[in-house]
């Protein structure tokens, strides 16, 4: 399991499924949908389902990934 860790949010990747928790008023958890709700428990991207995440990188209102094949 990879984890990244802010102040605000974390991500976690495994097996090729990414997740994210904590503030997410700006939309920075990437749920979709508009979503600005806070997630206390890991939530699945579900956009990113089955993707390979090569990096993941973060500020405190966004978070980017890196795919790879």
Do not use: C
């Not at 500020?59 to 790879?68: I, N």
Request: zero cysteines; charged letters at 20%; aromatic letters at 8%.
């Amino acid at each position: 399991m990879t984890r990244l860790i802010e102040w605000s949010h974390s991500r976690f990747v495994d097996k090729n499924k990414l997740y994210a928790m904590g503030w997410g008023a700006d939309g920075q958890l990437g749920l979709g949908n508009g979503s600005t709700s806070d997630r206390s428990t890991p939530s699945l991207i579900a956009g990113l389902d089955g993707r390979r995440v090569r990096k993941l990188a973060s500020s405190t209102d966004f978070t980017m990934a890196l795919l790879g094949a």
